[in-house]
């Protein structure tokens, strides 16, 4: 099993500019999650996917943010607008529908100047 | 809601001294518990869990009990190695209906060994 892969690993970006970053689940994998971590800080909560269907939004997730899982393969988050208060690790985990592990990738550490 | 408070660090330490990490946690439901840990500049791995009471998870030398009657989840190792260090995070996974299994961290605790 590969485990679960986020590109890019950094992204540094000017304020104002859209950013978008992938998610490759563990294959067979059917459940996904988006977290952000910020400096200090445990990950929180941001999104989640059963499948190719969003089924919760965190109220963090703000409008400037969408998410996506076509077909209930990888998934993108997309940043709009960034801001500096953006800046953050973004990272992703899955788990299969049995059981109540994640398991997470490396994250994209975006930096907004 | 539901929240993790685990102790705050930074914990320094020998190499060979014994290591707990305090865990508690406050849950609507009955969740399951974990431990993940982050080396430096990389995500997060899982280092074992709990999914009922009593149940001891275990991995590389580190244990944890879950305690339901004190709500705690405290992180143990017998002779901490200078490898072990890095940040050490408290987790839980509600397990109640609509919940969709999303995990809430505790702010997590650096650990340092030294040599």
């Known amino acids: 099993d590969t485990g679960v892969s986020q590109d890019p690993r950094h992204k540094i970006t000017k304020r104002g500019q859209n950013v978008t970053f992938r998610c490759d689940p563990i294959s067979e994998h059917n459940r996904l999650y988006w977290y952000r971590q910020t400096l200090g800080q445990g990950p929180e909560f941001l999104t989640y996917?059963?499948?190719?269907?969003?089924?919760?939004k965190s109220r963090l997730l703000s409008d400037r943010f969408s998410a996506e899982r076509p077909k209930g393969s990888f998934s993108t988050l997309e940043i709009q607008r960034t801001e500096q208060g953006d800046s953050a690790m973004y990272l992703c985990?899955?788990?299969?529908?049995?059981?109540?592990?994640?398991?997470f990738g490396p994250g994209t550490r975006l930096t907004v100047l | 809601g539901n929240s993790v408070t685990q102790m705050e660090g930074p914990v320094t330490l020998s190499e060979e001294a014994f290591l707990t990490i305090n865990c508690t946690y406050t849950a609507t439901g009955y969740p399951s518990l974990f431990w993940y840990v982050q080396y430096p500049g990389e995500g997060l791995q899982l280092l074992l869990k709990a999914t009922k009471a009593d149940d001891k998870g275990s991995n590389k030398g580190f244990e944890a009990t879950y305690r339901k009657e004190t709500t705690s989840f405290h992180l143990e190792k017998g002779s901490v190695q200078v490898s072990d260090s890095a940040v050490y995070f408290c987790a839980l996974s509600d397990r109640s209906g609509g919940s969709n299994y999303k995990l809430t961290f505790g702010k997590g605790t650096l650990l340092t060994v030294n040599p």
């Open positions: 985990a899955s788990r299969v529908t049995s059981s109540d592990t994640q398991y």
């Open positions: 996917f059963q499948n190719e269907a969003q089924l919760e």
